[in-house]
């Protein structure tokens, strides 16, 4: 409330044509803001002074992971089409026809193995299948989460109680509604109860 009525009263001030090395004051009661204008400032604002935009910390720390870790994925891309164009022209292939299905059946020409699980065995896939996709931002700009249960250290599991507590709290409110009617369940749909 008071820093619209100190706004009210600055914002036409403003609006006035500035004199160089001027200091302008306004009392309020018993406090006293002050603003001094230097003769180095221009009046208008240039077009090329834009006010930086604040970005918290830990959006900063996630910008600069995620930056690295596109970049380190776009090398990986390169090398894998660097790697396939070799593998294509060591079969007598067309690179640029070579399929996933090609690049695996020359690697296991090229490297027999004896070994039984598939995993050991040499292989040539895309970055996208090896490395694992980065996780989303889980927070905007000035850092706040999300997801309101953020800071509960599980969300998603969390977001499963609160949702069944309130199913139980929806179907209490109908039974409430179906008692105030007078209406009875119908004994034909009872649940019978498991035991084991």
Same mark, same amino acid.
């Given at each position: 409330?008071?820093?619209?009525?100190?706004?009210?009263?600055?914002? =036409?001030?403003?609006?006035?044509?500035?004199?160089?090395?001027?200091?302008?004051?306004?009392?309020?009661?018993?406090?006293?803001?002050?603003?001094?204008?230097?003769?180095?400032?221009?009046?208008?604002?240039?077009?090329?002074?834009?006010?930086?935009?604040?970005?918290?910390?830990?959006?900063?720390?996630?910008?600069?992971?995620?930056?690295?870790?596109?970049? @380190?994925?776009?090398?990986?891309?390169? +090398?894998?089409?660097?790697?396939?164009?070799?593998?294509?022209?060591?079969?007598? +292939?067309?690179?640029?026809? @070579?399929?996933?299905?090609?690049?695996?059946?020359?690697?296991?020409?090229?490297?027999?193995?004896?070994?039984?699980?598939?995993?050991?065995?040499?292989?040539?896939?895309?970055?996208? +299948?090896?490395?694992?996709?980065?996780?989303?931002?889980? @927070?905007?700009?000035?850092?706040?989460?999300?997801?309101?249960?953020?800071?509960?250290?599980? =969300?998603?599991?969390?977001?499963?109680?609160?949702?069944?507590?309130?199913?139980?709290? +929806?179907?209490?409110? @109908?039974?409430?509604?179906?008692?105030?009617?007078?209406?009875?369940?119908?004994?034909?749909?009872?649940?019978?109860?498991?035991?084991?």
């Amino acid at each position: 409330m008071l820093l619209r009525k100190i706004r009210n009263i600055i914002d =036409p001030l403003k609006s006035l044509p500035q004199r160089n090395d001027v200091l302008t004051s306004i009392h309020f009661g018993s406090r006293h803001m002050s603003a001094e204008t230097s003769s180095s400032e221009s009046a208008a604002p240039s077009i090329e002074e834009t006010p930086k935009k604040n970005i918290n910390k830990a959006m900063k720390a996630y910008l600069e992971r995620a930056q690295e870790h596109e970049d @380190f994925m776009k090398k990986q891309r390169h +090398e894998f089409q660097i790697g396939k164009r070799h593998l294509a022209n060591m079969m007598g +292939e067309d690179p640029e026809t @070579f399929t996933q299905e090609d690049i695996d059946n020359a690697i296991e020409y090229l490297f027999p193995s004896g070994l039984y699980d598939k995993k050991a065995r040499p292989f040539m896939k895309p970055p996208e +299948e090896v490395f694992p996709q980065r996780k989303a931002a889980e @927070f905007d700009e000035t850092g706040r989460p999300f997801h309101f249960l953020f800071y509960t250290g599980k =969300p998603n599991f969390y977001k499963v109680l609160y949702d069944a507590v309130e199913h139980m709290n +929806e179907l209490n409110r @109908f039974e409430d509604v179906m008692i105030r009617k007078g209406l009875q369940p119908d004994p034909n749909l009872k649940l019978i109860p498991v035991v084991g």
